[in-house]
């Protein structure tokens, strides 16, 4: 029998899904990946993430309070922005350690 189809398996997968919805709520959205992977490689100011992924302002500070609200980014002095560990763990994905067949 398929195992994700299994009972205790489809169990399993269902609850892992439901314990990280707020992960792939974020992680379903291509312009916080894209702010995520930018704050992973150095930190940026406002005007960079702007201009180097083609945002709109108003669509940035949304997609950037969702980060900073779930703990995966901060702001920094000036108008500049920084990864969290969190969202460095996110970035890695380790978040799927937790989940084991």
């Not at 002095?77 to 989940?99: A, H, N, P, Y």
């Amino acid at each position: 029998m398929d195992p994700i189809r299994s009972n205790k398996m489809g169990s399993k997968v269902k609850d892992f899904i439901i314990a990280n919805i707020e992960v792939f709520r974020t992680l379903s959205n291509e312009h916080r990946v894209n702010i995520l992977f930018a704050l992973f490689e150095k930190d940026r100011l406002w005007q960079d993430l702007v201009y180097d992924h083609r945002i709109n302002p108003k669509s940035l500070r949304d997609h950037t309070n969702h980060l900073i609200e779930r703990g995966y980014i901060i702001k920094t002095k000036g108008r500049g922005f920084s990864i969290t560990k969190k969202g460095r763990d996110l970035c890695e994905l380790k978040f799927l350690v937790r989940f084991k067949r």
